[in-house]
């Protein structure tokens, strides 16, 4: 598939969607407490896609993905499965979000601390949402998307962490993943240049120690092969005219996007 160019109506779409996913994530934080489960947490978020947006959760029977949500604990990289365990004081959780609206996707994560994290988790996931930021900054015409993935890569290993390479952002629209795919890492001046209209989403999946993963038995849930901790922040972009327009952008993001470190 070729990389899709968004006219004016599929944008002010792709901007309903992306506000949509969200407002989900803003909509769960009080409900990410010890205890709760992360099916619990996917049954708040499905009734209030379907039942409050009006709206359809991306994921769920998506290549026969069973839930309507991602959850991702501790060293848990991306696409765990909810399920009955109970989040517990110190856990990290990432809830990735994706929902369909009028036919386009909005698609947004963010890591979630379950009471008092330890510093170490604290640091990682500060660093991984600013590691999105600087690649979301390089976002213009005329960027590559070797750009971006070098700036993500070159950001996170001067804090000697690590990025995962298997999996990558990719572009958004009619469908949940487009061409380009938007590697986390990679070589400036490479790659696709960027044009205005382009949508695609950034979502470094970074680790504390090394790279490697593997695929638990379930056939989705990604974790760090030496279980090390793991942490991934997603927004959904698009290229303007004259830089970017976040379509994912929360209200707590407003006033500050970068974390303070
Ligand atoms: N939301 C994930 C992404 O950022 C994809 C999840 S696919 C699923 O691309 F099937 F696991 F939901
Ligand atoms: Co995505
Ligand atoms: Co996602």
Avoid at 156 to 181: K, M
Wanted: overall charge negative.
């Amino acid at each position: 598939m070729s990389v899709t160019i968004k006219t004016r109506d599929e944008i002010e779409k792709m901007r309903v969607a992306g506000r949509l996913a969200a407002q989900v994530l803003e909509m769960i934080q009080e409900h990410v407490q010890p205890g709760i489960t992360t099916g619990e947490l996917d049954r708040i978020c499905d009734d209030y896609i379907r039942n409050v947006q009006q709206a359809i959760p991306a994921p769920y029977e998506y290549r026969g993905f069973p839930k309507s949500i991602c959850t991702s604990v501790n060293y848990q990289v991306c696409h765990g499965i909810p399920g009955n365990k109970k989040l517990k004081r110190g856990d990290i959780v990432n809830v990735d979000i994706t929902v369909i609206k009028d036919g386009f996707h909005g698609d947004t994560s963010k890591m979630f601390f379950v009471g008092e994290p330890s510093i170490l988790a604290r640091r990682l996931v500060q660093v991984t949402q600013n590691a999105m930021w600087t690649g979301i900054e390089q976002v213009r015409p005329g960027t590559c998307l070797g750009d971006i993935g070098h700036a993500i890569q070159a950001f996170v290993e001067s804090h000697s962490y690590s990025v995962v390479r298997e999996y990558c952002g990719h572009g958004i629209g009619r469908e949940f993943h487009e061409d380009p795919q938007v590697l986390h890492y990679g070589t400036p001046g490479t790659g696709l240049e960027l044009q205005s209209g382009m949508c695609f989403t950034v979502e470094p999946m970074v680790n504390a120690g090394k790279r490697q993963v593997k695929l638990l038995p379930d056939g989705w849930t990604v974790v760090t092969k030496d279980r090390s901790l793991s942490a991934q922040w997603e927004h959904t972009v698009l290229v303007t005219e004259d830089g970017h327009e976040v379509l994912t952008l929360r209200q707590e993001e407003l006033g500050q996007r970068r974390a303070a470190q």
